[in-house]
T-cell receptor, first 113, second 112 residues
Framework: DAKTTQPPSMDCAEGRAANLPCNHS???????VYWYRQIHSQGPQYIIH?????ETNEMASLIITEDRKSSTLILPHATLRDTAVYYC??????????????WGLGTSLAVNP | DGGITQSPKYLFRKEGQNVTLSCEQN?????MYWYRQDPGQGLRLIYY???????QKGDIAEGYSVSREKKESFPLTVTSAQKNPTAFYLC???????????FGQGTRLTVV
């Protein structure tokens, strides 16, 4: 079973920030939070990952709460091309735990004009 | 683009026939993975390989087979033993100690 909980769907107006929440209340100390997105009928695309500090790259920002039980992916200026299913995944990056990610159902984000 | 090529994008087969899906990568990644995705569901791991000539079963390996004779290639065969083969199949690559961050564009298999 997936170790994360996400809302099944969200809407966002074009040009506004999209804030996608994720709960991972059972996360352990050596597990990272990863975000991927999947545009319809394409392969998933890596967005960002983090352990405890907030992270930012050219695609998005990741805010992780101090207790690490939840996180938020922020798309600062959503465009129509950001319409996709967004997956939040926790994963241990230690040796011997590299073989898979456990995928939940994700959040279907619709960016509206 | 992205260094992972899955072909073909759409594939149709008759029930009872074996079919092989191709996955080729030029990213020099050691690890390769095959996932299956059904409508409205997350990805489920079929097989993975961390090194040439070695592979391991994932969560839903029954009815599938793989080979890893070259680092660049990890073909997946869907056999007639797979009861519900119609699905979207995704190949991914990565470094063994890292996440499988790179995905191909997928092959949509329809068995009629």
């Amino acid at each position: 079973d997936a170790k994360t909980t996400q809302p099944p769907s969200m809407d966002c107006a074009e040009g506004r920030a999209a804030n996608l929440p994720c709960n991972h209340s059972t996360i352990s100390g050596n597990e990272y939070v990863y975000w991927y997105r999947q545009i319809h009928s394409q392969g998933p695309q890596y967005i960002i990952h983090g352990l405890k500090n907030n992270e930012t790259n050219e695609m998005a920002s990741l805010i992780i709460t101090e207790d690490r039980k939840s996180s938020t992916l922020i798309l600062p200026h959503a465009t129509l091309r950001d319409t996709a299913v967004y997956y939040c995944i926790v994963r241990d990056r230690g040796a011997g735990n590299n073989r898979k990610l456990i995928w939940g159902l994700g959040t279907s984000l619709a960016v509206n004009p | 683009d992205g260094g992972i090529t899955q072909s073909p994008k759409y594939l149709f087969r008759k029930e009872g026939q074996n079919v092989t899906l191709s996955c080729e990568q030029n990213l020099n990644h050691d690890a390769m993975y095959w996932y299956r995705q059904d409508p409205g569901q997350g990805l489920r791991l079929i097989y993975y390989s961390q090194i040439v000539n070695d592979f391991q079963k994932g969560d839903i390996a029954e009815g599938y087979s793989v080979s890893r004779e070259k680092k660049e290639s990890f073909p997946l065969t869907v056999t007639s033993a797979q009861k519900n083969p119609t699905a979207f199949y995704l190949c991914a690559t990565g470094h063994p100690r890292d996440t499988e961050a790179f995905f191909g564009q997928g092959t949509r298999l329809t068995v009629v």
